[in-house]
Structures are given as C-alpha cells and as structure tokens.
C-alpha cells in the first residue's frame, strides 16, 4: 500500500520525516493489517487513506504529548492491532516497547507484524490491563504508558497508573468529549495519583472529529488495591 499521504501530512502536521525505510516498514504494516483483517477482525477501517490517518498518524501524533528517548520503557494498553504503539516504535527505534492486548487473536498478529518486520525491543503482553497492574514485573515499572479507545477516563485511569512509574507520563488518546471525561475522572486521578498537565487538541487531515491527547503526570504512587479486580474498574469507576 502505498502511504505518500501519510508522509506529507507527517511532515505538516508533527514536523517529522519519514525515510524511505520506515515508509516501506508502514506499508507492509497496513497490507498485513488488511490481510489478516478478514479472519481476525483487527480494524473497521480499511480504506487505504483512512489507515494512514485514523491509525497511523493519530498514533504518530503521541510525539506532541511526550517525548519519547532512547532506553524508555514504553507500554501501550490494549494496544489491538498495535495502535499507538507500533507506529511509534517503526519512528523511535530506540524505545523498549511492550504491547499489552487481552485478547489472544490480536497477540497472535502482533506477533507475526513485529517478526515480519523484525522489531527488536518491543514485547507482546497477553494480559488484562487489570491483571498487569498487580504483577511486579509490572506494576510502576514504564516512563510512558499509552491508551487509544480503550475505555471511558475514571475507569482508563484505573488501567494506566499502576503501570505508570512515579514521575513518568501517561497519554490517553481521546475523541471530542476529552474534556468533559477529564472532569469526570478527577476523583479516580486523585486516588491514583495522576495529574493532568495539560490536554492537546489534534486535527487530522481528512478525520471530521476533533482528536485529543489527554497528558498524565504520575506524582504519587499508586494505593496498593489498585487496579482491581478485571472488570471492577469499568462497572465501579473510582
């Protein structure tokens, strides 16, 4: 698939260059998407400008909230076909990345995606955000934590601090109600020990909805009882 839009709007939008290596690394990324998509049902979208916007560029557009550096350990919740974390990976290669995603079918393609495109440093997590939470090997252990569509903000917060080290960030991407879920999300970010710096409006070309990045600072640690069990978070939000 060829992604000559997604490399002018990269330019124009996030002030980034995408080489030739890279372009190629996205376009094999977006013909096995569509390959595997019919079995495994990874993404609604299939047109081919629509992929290059609505999951590579909305991805991309994380580097607005945070900056990524060599060696940071980088976790993407319910990452599904690999959205944001993918993308940012084939842009920072210097990152150590893991993909956390529940469901068995989608670590099954991010597995083949990441050998086809022989990704060092990024390991695939099959795990509920809740279960990840109260590992060791895990819990408070990532720089930068991300999330796209993954739930509403009080019960997204549930998923995202624990994981979160004190000091590091959390990114949320979020469609037009950001603002008001932030609000909603207060207490559980109090609990939680988040605080939100600032949230980032984002217009993809071609996107009629209005995008935004919703930037968490972690500043205390975690109560131990967080996260709670699976499915508490999204029934009971704090």
Known sequence: MKL?????????LLGIDLNPD??????VYADELLAWNDKFNLTAITAPDAIAMR???DSLAVILAVTLLPGQRVIDVGTGAGFPGLPLRLL?????????EATAKKTTFLDHITRLLELDNVR???ARAEEAGQDTAER???DVVLARAVAQMPALAEYLLPLCKV???CVALKGEN????VQQAENALRILGGHVERVITVELPQVPETHHLVVIKKVAATPPKYPRRPGVPTKRPL
């Open 4 to 12: 000559d839009h997604l490399v002018q709007c990269s330019r124009d």
């Open 22 to 27: 890279i372009q190629r690394a996205f376009s």
């Open 55 to 57: 999951h590579f560029l």
């Open 92 to 100: 920072h290669n210097y990152i150590e990345l893991t993909l956390l």
């Open 124 to 126: 695939i997590l099959n």
């Open 140 to 142: 408070e252990h990532y």
């Open 167 to 169: 000091g590091g960030m």
């Open 178 to 181: 950001a603002v008001a879920e």
